[in-house]
Nanobody, 124 residues
Framework: QVQLVESGGGLVQAGGSLRLSCVAS????????MGWFRQAPGKEREFVAA????????YYADSVKGRFTISRDNAENTMYLQMNSLKPEDTAVYYC?????????????????WGQGTQVTVSS
């Protein structure tokens, strides 16, 4: 069982930056592919970024490519999402997720564990 806790959300103006963190419990963090997803009001949960267990491979949604960077520190059981050049359309609740597989995947239903989410609001 893995418990995930996100932090770092908040209110920021368009063009600003935020860094989200996701801390995981347990001793096998490096065995999980980790991902960030987001859900805006009235919309489906969508993929943002994912990173392999070793951190050597990552993948991004087209909407955030070049602006967001996913990373992880396996020694600290922590994953990060650095978000730059934020846009109002980035406003959503951001969730971290862990999946018991080696490859990078982007489908929410394939991830096994989820955090409670952290709100990101970008004002215009």
């Amino acid at each position: 069982q893995v418990q995930l806790v996100e932090s770092g959300g908040g209110l920021v103006q368009a063009g600003g930056s935020l860094r989200l963190s996701c801390v995981a419990s347990g001793r096998t963090f490096s065995r999980y592919t980790m991902g960030w997803f987001r859900q805006a009001p009235g919309k489906e949960r969508e993929f943002v970024a994912a990173i392999s267990g070793s951190g050597s491979r990552s993948y991004y949604a087209d909407s955030v490519k070049g602006r967001f960077t996913i990373s992880r520190d396996n020694a600290e059981n922590t994953m990060y999402l650095q978000m730059n050049s934020l846009k109002p359309e980035d406003t959503a609740v951001y969730y971290c997720a862990a999946g018991r597989f080696w490859e990078v995947r982007i489908t929410a239903s394939e991830f096994d564990y989820w955090g409670q989410g952290t709100q990101v609001t970008v004002s215009s």
